[in-house]
């Protein structure tokens, strides 16, 4: 549930882990040079074989490795910006009906984060609703006062609040993923 509301996760773990390892494999190579472990470096060579330039071919796929690098960094940030997903327009009508009733997951959203801020204890809520219209997905940010009993607070989310949006949206069950962060020292609990 949680994968769906931070779909780069994956990616970013993978990509972390990737130049992680490529940072210690070269790092043990340097050490291993260094060392005299590796036959066919000897440590005591310079880095570069001279102090002439380098082929203007060198310095072009420099330059052109640096842009891919770069645009890729920034694919990464964009996709840091897009963490929650999209609100889509459901179908809440059968087809059978005579006429076609739609409503937006994010109107849905608004409305059940409406009813928790309603609770005295919560002072925000950002809520998302994902998946298909016959079989949603909730999820919820609450922020709550520092003096806030959290287990209280989620049976009353899970009792109240959810089962309203349920009945709303005529759909039995209701996955719900909730975050709970307090006021004032900024803790999150999960």
Known sequence: MTSSLNRPARLNRAL??????????????????????LPWVDSGDRLTPGTAAPPSWVLALIAIAAVVI??????????QLRRVPKA???????????????????????????????????????AVLSGPGRAPELHVIVTASAG?????????????????LRSAL??????VTMEFRLADNGIALQ
Request: with cysteine; proline share 5%; glycine share 12%.
């Open 148 to 164: 806030a009993d959290l287990t209280d607070l989620r049976r009353r989310i899970l009792g109240e609040a959810v089962p309203r």
């Open 88 to 126: 889509v327009p459901w179908e809440l009508s059968g087809p059978e009906a005579a006429g076609r009733t739609t409503l937006s997951s994010a109107v849905a959203a608004r409305a059940v984060a409406a009813d928790i801020e309603g609770y005295p204890e919560v002072g925000s809520v950002s």
């Open 16 to 37: 972390l882990a990737l130049a992680g390892l490529t940072l210690l494999a070269a790092g043990g190579y340097a050490l291993a040079a260094y060392g005299d472990k």
């Open 70 to 79: 770069g645009l890729g960094c920034l694919r990464w940030v964009a996709a």
């Open 170 to 175: 005529a759909v039995g069950v209701i996955p």
